[in-house]
């Protein structure tokens, strides 16, 4: 199985909204509703932030918002504050029954 | 509140085999609603999700690790275990069980706090 894609980088100023995408194949992401997002602050555990594409754990801010379409998901954040910045990676059940991640994406907030 | 915790040996010699184990805490394993999981993280590279076990019976694994990789759970001890055969330089990561909760929803929801395991002579 490939990774799902994703950008190395996004940056955004405090207040600001980013989307960070998160491209696989019809076998993954375009498949079913299954698309899972992670923050992963350094040295740390990574944090469920998204789960079943659109939904958010108890505690989780609403400020993170997630969608897809076709074989790209997407995880948006919006009022951006300093303490957003972390890697962000996404998660994808696969047809085969086993999970795939995105490379991550290092959010810089300026 | 659920918790994980990982341990093992942070070293082991290329070409052995990799054994963790993933103690769960203030829940039980036996329920058949949750996989268990494991996932690792190369230093200052990205999640690779190895494998999950569910105590229904089954097992998933990464097909680029299935030939080497065994998840097994001890449901009297409350743990889950991952063994890694003929380990190189490569599987050189931090190491992360977690809880998986299919019945409700598709996420890992509950994480170790990670342990490192180094590959070296």
């Known amino acids: 199985q490939s990774a799902l894609t994703q950008p190395a980088s996004v940056s955004g100023s405090p207040g600001q909204s980013i989307t960070i995408s998160c491209t696989g194949t019809s076998s993954d992401v375009g498949g079913q509703n299954y698309v899972s997002w992670y923050q992963q602050h350094p040295g740390k555990a990574p944090k469920l932030m998204i789960y079943d594409v659109i939904n958010r754990p108890s505690g989780v801010s609403n400020r993170f918002s997630g969608s897809k379409s076709g074989n790209t998901a997407s995880l948006t954040i919006s009022g951006l504050q300093a303490e957003d910045e972390a890697d962000y990676y996404c998660s994808s059940y696969t047809s085969s029954s086993t999970l795939v991640f995105g490379g991550g994406t290092k959010l810089t907030v300026l | 509140q659920l918790q994980l915790q990982e341990s093992g040996p942070g070293l082991v010699k290329p070409s052995q085999t990799l054994s963790l184990t993933c103690t769960v805490s203030?829940?039980?394993?036996?329920?058949?609603?949750?996989?268990w999981t494991w996932i690792r993280q190369p230093a200052g590279k990205g999640l690779e999700w190895i494998g999950r076990?569910?105590?229904?019976?089954?097992?998933n694994y990464n097909p680029s690790l299935k030939s080497r990789v065994i998840i097994s759970v001890e449901t009297s001890k409350n743990q889950f275990s991952l063994n890694l055969s003929s380990v190189t330089a490569a599987d050189t990561a931090v190491y992360y069980c977690?809880?998986?909760?299919?019945?409700?929803?598709?996420?890992?929801?509950?994480w170790g706090q990670g342990t490192t395991v180094t590959v070296s002579s």
């Open positions: 076990f569910s105590t229904g019976g089954s097992t």
């Open positions: 977690a809880r998986f909760p299919w019945a409700s929803y598709y996420g890992m929801d509950v």
């Open positions: 203030g829940g039980s394993i036996s329920s058949a609603s949750y996989h």
